[in-house]
């Protein structure tokens, strides 16, 4: 089944730019998803279609998507990013249709 | 507003059944895919079953395939998880989630605030 791989923690100074990495076999090939999640909450769509802002999302926040990794950029960090953040992709040539990463804790210094 | 409330979680015993409820309001729910995903304690995000808006399709992951089972009825808004035989690896906090479907992918783009299921003897 497909794997999706990510570094477990990111930290990074106010102010400063966060790369979150996902990795997968051909992953370009695929739509990838970024979630963020805050202790205690539910998880929030922050990137969908590689690289697309939800309606409320700021611009801060940017994705990219070739070969075989993905990649959320958080620019110009704030505190309030302070959060786990999951990669998905769908993957309808198994019965394990909804893939997520392992998670990236990032961390605001 | 899209809004998911789950409900239905609490403490089971091993072997055990619950059913978990979810009410969507704020939008549309009979044109819109739904999941289940839960999250174990200091664990990531884990998929674990999708219905399509007709009930024609439906998947589960592995880990609760024949003990669960997932419905909804469009016409009062709700999504349910029959869960069966619940065993320790099952706590976790339970959420449902709206499915935007394209012709190439799926996304989660709302999710209630979740319900916890411990299983404990």
Known sequence: SYVLTQ??????????TASITCGGNNIGSKSVHWYQQKPGQAPVLVIHYDSVRPSGIPERFSGSNSGNTATLTISRVEAGDEADYYCQVWD?????????????????? | EVQLVESGGGLVQPGGSLRLSCAASGFTFGSFNMNW??????????????????????????????RFTISRDNAEHSLYLQM??????????????????SGTSCVSDSWGQGTLVTVSS
Do not use: H
């Not at chain 1, 570094?7 to 400063?16: M, N, R, T």
């Not at chain 1, 309808?92 to 210094?109: A, E, I, M, N, Q």
């Not at chain 2, 999250?39 to 024949?66: F, H, R």
């Open chain 1, 92 to 109: 309808s040539s198994s019965d394990r249709l909804y893939v997520f990463g392992t998670g990236t804790k990032v961390t605001v210094l």
């Open chain 2, 84 to 101: 069966n035989n619940l065993r320790a690896e099952d706590t976790a906090v339970y959420y449902c989630a709206r499915a935007e479907c």
């Open chain 2, 37 to 66: 995903v839960r999250q174990a304690p200091g664990t990531g995000l884990e998929w674990i079953s999708y219905i399509s808006v007709s009930s024609s399709s439906i998947y589960y992951a592995d880990s609760v395939k024949g």
């Open chain 1, 7 to 16: 570094s477990p923690s990111v930290s990074v100074a106010p102010g400063k």
